[in-house]
C-alpha cells in the first residue's frame, strides 16, 4: 500500500482515504471531539458558520486569530471548556477549504501531530491507499503541513505503507527534526505568536498524545460535519 | 544580510545575489572550469547547444541521460577527461530557465553540494541579499535541489546571513539530513538510476569538495557564459 502528499490540495483528484492536515490549528481540533463535543462542523468562513449553527451549538473562529463578534470560540486548542455535548461549527478558512477538496475520497479523516499514531492506524484500517492533503496557507504550501504529513506518513511507513512521490520523501525528510522549532518556523505560527497566541503553536506541537481521530461523516450544506 | 529560497524560479524578480542550485546535474558542472576548462556556456537544449558552439569547443548534454549525437560528453559530472583549455557548450533544460529567470540579479552563481561552502562564501562577498534559485525539474519543485539551497543556506547562516520565508526554513531543516539518501529519493536521481548512471548521484552528494564557483559573465546570443 502506498501514500502521497500533496502540498497543497488537488480538488476531485482523491478516491481512497485522505487525511486532511492544517495543523495550526484547524485539524488539530480533533482535541473538541476529545473534550467531549459531539461533532465537529468545519465552515469556509465566519458568516458561513452562523449560517449553518444549529440552536445549542457552539461557534468557533478567528479573525487575525481573535473570535469574531458572537462567536464562543476562538480556534484555540487551548480552549475546548464548555463543549461536551455539544457540536462545535468552526470556521476556518484553508483547512475547510482542503476538507472539500478532499471530497470524492471514500474515507476523509484529520489529522495533527497529536494524532499521528492514531491518524495513521485508523488510516490502515480502511485498506485504501492514502493521500496526504496538506491545507497550505492561502494557496502557498506551507512547512508546517508539510512537516505534520511527515510525521504522519513516518508512522504510516513503519505500518507497511511505501512513500510514492518526491513530496513524500520531502515530508519524510523534515520530519527527522524535532515538532516545534519546525512549527515555529512556520508563518502559520508566527501570526499566532503576533497577536499573544504563541501557547498555541507549542499546542499544536505536541505529537501522538491522544487517539482521536475525526472522520468526515458527511455534510450540513457547504458545512462538513466530523465525527470522533 | 538575508537569504531567500525559492522552489522554483521566479522570473525577473531577482536583483542582488542569485545562485542558482540545479544540482543534478547542472550547476554541479563547476567540475568543468575545476578541470581546466575555461568557460562554461548553459544552452536551453541540444539544437541551441549545436548552434552555440564555437570552433574548438566541446558540445555537453544529454537526452534521456546519455550524450546526442555529435555531443563529445554526457553531463555526467565523472566525465571531465579532455576539458583542459577549452569551453564547454552545455544543454541542460531546467538549469538553463533558473539561470535565465535569474538575469537582473547583479550576480549570479552556480551553487551545487560540491561548492556549498565556496559558493555561501563567494555570495558574501558580494555584499547583497542572497536569492537561492531552485530549478526544479519541469515545472515542478524538486527535493535534491531545495536540499541543496538548505546546505547552502546553512553555510550562509554560519557567515551571518538570517533566513528570510518559509522555504528558507524548510530548506535549512532539510539540510539536517545526510545528502546522499536525499538526493537518492529525487526524481531526477531515480531518472539518472534508470539509466545505469546511478554513480552521477553519489558524485553530485559529495558535500564541500572543492571551491570553484562559476560566476555569470555575460551572453553569448540566448547562452549564458559562466567563469571560475
Same mark, same amino acid.
Do not use: I, Q, V, W
Given at each position: 500500500m502506498r501514500f502521497r502528499v500533496d502540498p497543497l490540495p488537488l480538488p /476531485?483528484?482523491?478516491?481512497?482515504t485522505a487525511i486532511v492536515v492544517d495543523v495550526i490549528r484547524a485539524t488539530t481540533a480533533a482535541l473538541y471531539l476529545k473534550a467531549g463535543a459531539t461533532a465537529l462542523v468545519l465552515a469556509r468562513g465566519a458568516e458561513a458558520a452562523r449560517a449553518l449553527r444549529q440552536d445549542g451549538e457552539l461557534l468557533a473562529g478567528e479573525v487575525g486569530g481573535l473570535p469574531p463578534e /458572537?462567536?464562543?470560540? /476562538?480556534?484555540?486548542?487551548r480552549e475546548v471548556n464548555g463543549v461536551v455535548g455539544k457540536a462545535v461549527v468552526m470556521a476556518t478558512t484553508n483547512g475547510t477549504r482542503a476538507a472539500h477538496a478532499a471530497l470524492g475520497a471514500r474515507h476523509i479523516l484529520l489529522g495533527s501531530l497529536q494524532n499521528a499514531q492514531a491518524v495513521a492506524e485508523k488510516a490502515r484500517e480502511t485498506g485504501e491507499e492514502v493521500h496526504l492533503v496538506c491545507a497550505g496557507k492561502e494557496g502557498q504550501m506551507a512547512l508546517d503541513d508539510l512537516y505534520t504529513a511527515g510525521v504522519i506518513g513516518k508512522r504510516l511507513k513503519a505500518l507497511g505503507f511505501s512513500p510514492e512521490g518526491e513530496m513524500a520523501h520531502l515530508a519524510l525528510f523534515l520530519a527527522e527534526n524535532p515538532s516545534f522549532p519546525v512549527l515555529s518556523s512556520s508563518e502559520a505560527a508566527k501570526a499566532l505568536v503576533g497577536v499573544g497566541l504563541g501557547e498555541d503553536v507549542a499546542e499544536c506541537a505536541r505529537v501522538d498524545v491522544h487517539g482521536v481521530v475525526p472522520r468526515f461523516l458527511g455534510m450540513r450544506g457547504e458545512g462538513m460535519v466530523f465525527g470522533g
Open positions: /476531485g483528484t482523491y478516491r481512497g /458572537g462567536f464562543d470560540l /476562538g480556534n484555540s486548542p
